[in-house]
């Protein structure tokens, strides 16, 4: 049963991310939170330190396999797990001391949260000076996009898929940098569907539609811009100046990055 409701947990945490946010800071402090309480509800029936601990395993997992693996700096999302469960088992096991334990979780949680994890996050942005590769991209409808249309423009290329979800929580934020920056008519973005993502043009379009964004919307076949610009995942952004010269690069999204808007601006400001 101690094993089957740390799945549990993670199941809810899984559909949370997916349905609510994926915004890393709520995440991890949904996880400490149902975490804490499922430990301190198994001290109540009888399990004891090691039965939190163990409930904590599943979570532990989740946050390493999701989290850490593709980004080791975040290596405290696995750390404050089992502080959690132990902070729920003193909670009961130890009622004043735990009190104490739950309240330097929430600091703790709180503080890595709000103070570091945003800053690890800007980290995603690469700045560089380089030759941009040739871009071929197409229309929703098929036809080719001009390329002269890139001409004498600063190009904000997104690239994502559909079923992402970081990449639909990513949009909004580009429409907001777009918005923050209509008076300049140099500055020409696009949201790439990425052909090698599985979705269709067709799709793409259905996407487009519903989600009623003010961004234009166009098609990479096979990939084929993504690869070319050193992309290995979704969303990826990048940014080409005037003279054709990528000036920043950056893979992935995360709500928790407060400074995304403010940093995009200010790059594009300064072009």
């Known amino acids: ?6 799945v549990a947990l993670c199941v809810a945490l899984a559909l949370f991310e997916g349905f609510v946010t994926n915004d890393m800071r709520w995440v991890l402090w949904a996880g400490s939170a149902g975490m804490l309480l499922l430990a301190a509800w198994l001290t109540d029936k009888g399990r004891g330190a090691a039965g939190a601990l163990l409930a904590s395993l599943p979570l532990a997992v989740f946050f390493y396999n999701f989290v850490v693996v593709d980004e080791p700096r975040f290596w ?11 902070a729920g088992w003193l909670l009961i096991a130890r009622r004043p001391l735990g009190i104490v334990a739950v309240l330097s979780v929430a600091l703790l949680g709180a503080g890595y949260g709000n103070l570091v994890m945003p800053r690890l996050l800007a980290d995603f942005n690469e700045y560089l000076d380089e030759p941009a590769p040739e871009i071929s991209l197409v229309n929703l409808d098929g036809s080719v996009y001009p390329a002269d249309a890139f001409e004498g423009k ?10 992402c979800v970081p990449c639909r929580a990513e949009l909004p934020e580009i429409e907001a940098v777009r918005q923050a920056l209509i008076e300049r008519e140099d500055i020409l973005f ?3 569907g990425d052909g090698d993502s599985g979705d269709t043009p067709a799709q793409v379009a259905e996407f487009a539609d519903a989600a009623q964004l003010d961004l234009p919307f166009v098609y990479d076949p096979g990939g084929l811009a993504h690869d070319a610009l050193g992309f290995t995942n979704i969303p990826s952004l990048a940014v080409i100046d005037k003279k054709g010269h990528v000036r920043l690069k950056r893979i992935g999204y995360n709500a928790a990055e407060t400074g995304f808007q403010s940093d995009l601006i200010a790059l594009l400001g300064s072009l």
Do not use: K
Request: net charge negative.
């Open 190 to 192: 696009l949201v790439v």
């Open 76 to 86: 405290p999302h696995v750390a404050i797990v089992p502080i959690a469960a132990l």
């Open 1 to 6: 049963m101690t094993l089957l409701a740390g």
């Open 154 to 163: 600063i190009l904000v290329l997104d690239f994502f898929a559909t079923w």
